[in-house]
């Protein structure tokens, strides 16, 4: 196992660097003017010009200055805004918002994606399982934002159950967000623990449980149900990474000043330290969620083991 941890924290490295190069080339020495890129849509001047040369080292060779950046970033410093505000200050703000709001997508999709999973699994070919397989499939056909302006309208406009906007952060304010957000998740889950839980139902060891004359909710909830579990716990790890990097369209729509929503708004203006921070932060939160989820799975499987 050690050695495992080892070797997927190396590659996580070189998936980290090889991610921020890739970003901060876009960014920078991708654009035509990687000043103007700094500067966003304002026009700039030429004392501007020469300061944000100096600042950003922009006059000496582009390695040199992905390296000094990097330097920067690996010590805790995110970088500024050509306003002179530090991204980590700005982050420091948003971060609570994103991760109340994927939490509770995360959480709204575990209990409710294995709930009825579980039960359409159970009833393989019944009217819940038929029903719910529809509906899924509705979900993971419309796009997010489709989802979330209609959601918007009808239950924050018409019916008034939420709030149009949320800026304020509460848990109220924040539920129907987080139900747009994990609604492809919640899809996901759904049919993946509907699919896990319909195969272990056939498989030999439930069949000599039943022989043994096991309950079937014993047999269910002990045995079928962790078997079951080891793909869903996998893809809810990942998942939390897709949440917190997938929130970008979700906090434009609610305007949650997370972010999703920064990031949103240095991309549109073109602030490059901004975007290679938060992208940077969440590709670090992605390789160590993945990685959490892989040391799980000798926790639920004992059979599984990484050599």
Same mark, same amino acid.
């Given at each position: 196992? %050690?050695?495992?941890?080892?070797?997927?924290?190396?590659?996580?490295?070189?998936?980290?660097?090889?991610?921020?190069?890739?970003? !901060?080339?876009?960014?920078?020495?991708?654009?035509?003017?990687?000043?103007?890129?700094?500067?966003?849509?304002?026009?700039?001047?030429?004392?501007?010009?020469?300061?944000? *040369? =100096?600042? $950003?080292?922009?006059? =000496?060779?582009?390695?040199?200055?992905?390296?000094? !950046?990097?330097?920067?970033?690996?010590?805790?410093?995110? +970088?500024?805004?050509?306003?002179?505000?530090?991204?980590s200050e700005i982050l420091a703000q948003a971060w609570p918002y994103t991760i109340k709001l994927g939490l509770l997508a995360l959480a709204i999709v575990a209990v409710f994606g294995?709930?009825? &999973?579980?039960?359409? +699994?159970?009833?393989? &070919?019944?009217?819940?399982?038929?029903?719910?397989?529809?509906?899924?499939?509705?979900?993971?056909?419309?796009?997010?934002?489709?989802?979330?302006?209609?959601?918007? $309208?009808?239950? +924050?406009?018409?019916?008034?159950?939420?709030?149009?906007?949320?800026?304020?952060? *509460?848990?109220?304010?924040?539920?129907?967000?987080?139900?747009?957000?994990?609604?492809?998740?919640?899809? *996901?889950?759904? #049919?993946?623990?509907?699919?896990?839980?319909? =195969?272990?139902?056939?498989?030999? !060891?439930?069949?000599?449980?039943?022989?043994? +004359?096991?309950?079937?909710?014993?047999?269910?909830?002990?045995?079928?149900?962790?078997?079951?579990?080891?793909?869903?716990?996998?893809?809810?790890?990942?998942?939390?990474?897709? %949440?917190?990097?997938?929130?970008?369209?979700?906090?434009?729509?609610?305007?949650?000043?997370?972010?999703?929503?920064?990031?949103?708004?240095?991309?549109?203006?073109?602030?490059?330290?901004?975007?290679?921070?938060?992208?940077?932060?969440?590709?670090?939160? $992605?390789? %160590?969620?993945?990685?959490?989820?892989?040391?799980? !799975?000798?926790?639920?499987?004992? #059979?599984?083991? $990484?050599?």
């Amino acid at each position: 196992m %050690l050695r495992f941890v080892v070797r997927r924290l190396l590659q996580m490295i070189l998936v980290f660097f090889g991610t921020t190069f890739i970003v !901060y080339w876009l960014m920078f020495a991708g654009s035509t003017d990687p000043i103007q890129a700094l500067a966003g849509e304002r026009p700039i001047s030429d004392t501007v010009r020469r300061e944000l *040369t =100096e600042r $950003y080292h922009l006059d =000496e060779p582009f390695l040199v200055r992905y390296a000094n !950046y990097m330097a920067n970033l690996l010590c805790g410093d995110l +970088g500024e805004q050509i306003t002179g505000r530090k991204v980590s200050e700005i982050l420091a703000q948003a971060w609570p918002y994103t991760i109340k709001l994927g939490l509770l997508a995360l959480a709204i999709v575990a209990v409710f994606g294995i709930t009825a &999973g579980v039960v359409a +699994g159970i009833r393989r &070919g019944g009217v819940f399982d038929n029903i719910t397989l529809m509906i899924t499939l509705i979900v993971i056909g419309v796009p997010t934002f489709v989802t979330g302006f209609f959601a918007q $309208y009808v239950l +924050g406009v018409k019916i008034k159950l939420f709030p149009v906007t949320s800026t304020d952060g *509460t848990l109220h304010s924040l539920l129907l967000p987080a139900i747009i957000l994990g609604a492809l998740s919640l899809a *996901t889950a759904i #049919r993946l623990t509907r699919t896990s839980v319909a =195969e272990n139902l056939r498989a030999d !060891y439930v069949r000599t449980a039943r022989a043994k +004359g096991l309950a079937r909710r014993r047999v269910v909830g002990v045995h079928v149900l962790r078997n079951s579990l080891i793909p869903v716990v996998t893809f809810l790890g990942v998942e939390l990474g897709n %949440l917190m990097g997938g929130a970008i369209v979700t906090e434009t729509i609610f305007n949650v000043p997370g972010v999703g929503f920064q990031l949103r708004n240095a991309i549109r203006l073109e602030d490059g330290p901004t975007v290679v921070a938060i992208v940077s932060i969440l590709v670090i939160i $992605y390789l %160590l969620t993945n990685l959490v989820v892989d040391v799980l !799975y000798a926790v639920l499987d004992p #059979r599984i083991r $990484y050599e």
